[in-house]
């Protein structure tokens, strides 16, 4: 169908003054939203100035401070002004669906919401611990600083929540950074106050000095921190259902978050428990208050980390499979690097007392130090990762593995190559050196025992590897597998959301289409190219798969659509009506 010359004459003439108007558009809004930025903050500083030399009025702290109180009142009386006019001007042109679904009024509401809430929590929480303490000054700046940026929070909330400015792009970011923050000062905090109680009571049954300051007055503090966070963590995970979040970044804050960060916690705490038990057995070379010094501290990492990671386990349970398989390889990797440095220290502590018969109670700490994390990596790694167990076909093609056994040998390489080249110059600074000294064990035992670690991980992991790329090079003919499902969806597209990460384990973004109850719209059975992403091009010979359906059997006619689909990414798009259309798409 030729197209009138008029129109093309027209359509050649818009598209650059289109294309020109949108670059104006982006930069415009790069410098409004950066400068109601600064203007805000240059506000809220002044705001908390002025508000603390209130509540400290009389006082010590602030008599005297003329640049201090000349220096709040042009924040506040020069750039409170300003702050308001042009968050008024963007408020205004915020009627504009164009203007809400921009990465630049996403990006300044999660920014200035992040800033706020971590601002407003600390100085809350620094007063409330502040006052505990029994501290007559400072804690009036705390407070002032904590009740200002807390009214910002609460008005740039209001502005998130707001039915209809608020932002198109990243919405979600706000909860999962305030539900990560609650949790990391939540958890903080916890560990702080039960370690602090554990030390008391392990410091009364091993010595006999007074305690001295009031034992409860360090727990109490910490333990308000503790409740702080846990109060923001439980706001924004239970009532902002954060839980039920199952985007790109809430999967990625839960793995680093919730599975890596308890991990590590779980493991340290552990390993130095087993550690300390393992002095009090078999090296009593310190005092006994001494020893058990990392105690208390250990254990309560330990059990907090546990707690924090067994719940976190039962969240993934109900994500997608690279969801999962990221919980699985972040504590694979955690239970390797924990084993691999107990066999390093191992090693270097036998050939010390190999060495040295006579060696003193520093190779046998070293020795009982290389042990117990040993002892704690080992089985996790073994249990996580299980290496007697084949992998499952599905795992198998998933990028995940393939990206970690690459990352594990690799580094394990480059560290084995660097500590050769430190025995190599030890070897020849022996040979080399006339003074006598230290022997050529000592001098190599340490760089020996990392080779030894790193070149047994190194090698298991490329062994690994070869034999994963066999057994997928067996499998005739291979599908390529699902990474990353694109709904587009006229209707509610949860059940479908639901089936494609139940079929293809992948992660799925939805896009909600803007032609549906228009005038514009399309009826049942016909499908517009243009509701097809740009460079969304089918990878080769690819059959288009449509099912004509009734809206209540869409689920089920999109889980036997997407079995025989094997492509890196998948377009899937549902209505108007019953239509159903499943896309595979080139890899980039």
Known sequence: MHQPAGEAVSAARTAPAAATGSAQSTVRRLIVYTLLFALVVVTAIGLSGLLGRLLGAGTVLVAGDVAGLARSLAFTLIG?????????????????????????????????????????????????????????????????NGLVWAGVLAWHRWMWRHPRKSPSLISDVPTVVGAVYGLIVGVGGTITALANLLDTAIQGFTSSASIGDPWWRLALQALAWG??????????????GGRRLKTDFADVALVVVGILGAVLLTVGGTGTVLYVLLRLAFDRTDPVSEIVGPLGAALA?????????????????????????????????????????GIGVVVNSVLSIAATPLAGGGARTL?????????????????????????????????????????????????AVITLLVIGYRVFEFLLDDVTGSSLVDRTRAPLGLLVATGLAAGYHFAVWRHDRSLTASVAPLKRMVRKVILVASGDPEPLVRVAAEVTGASVTVWKRADVGTSDAVPAGTLPTNTVPAGAVPAGDVTTGVAEATTRDLPEQLARA???????????????????????????
């Open 367 to 415: 020795l009982l130090g290389g042990i117990s994390s040993l002892a704690v990596g080992g089985p996790l790694w073994w249990f996580t990762w299980k290496p007697g167990v084949p992998p499952e076909p599905t795992e198998l093609g998933r990028r995940g593995r393939r990206v970690y056994l690459i990352a594990v040998f690799g580094l394990s390489a480059i560290v």
């Open 301 to 341: 990492a330990g059990a907090v980390g546990a707690l924090v990671w067994a719940y976190h386990r039962t969240v993934t349970a109900g994500r997608a499979e690279t969801t999962l398989q990221a919980a699985k390889l972040v504590t694979s990797g955690v239970g390797l690097v924990a084993a691999a440095t």
């Open 227 to 240: 409740a702080g966070g846990a109060v923001i963590w439980w706001w924004h995970w239970v009532h902002d």
């Open 562 to 588: 997407l079995e025989g689909v094997a492509a890196d990414r998948v377009l899937v798009v549902a209505g108007p009506g019953s239509r159903l259309e499943v896309i595979p798409l080139a890899a980039d």
């Open 80 to 144: 409170g002004p300003m702050a308001a006019v042009l968050w008024w001007f963007v408020w205004r042109r915020l009627d504009d669906a164009v203007e809400r679904s921009s990465v630049g009024w996403g990006l300044y509401l999660t920014g200035m919401y992040a800033v706020s809430l971590i601002t407003s929590a600390t100085g809350l929480l620094s007063t409330l611990s502040a006052v505990i303490g029994g501290e007559r000054l400072g804690w009036q700046l705390s407070l002032s």
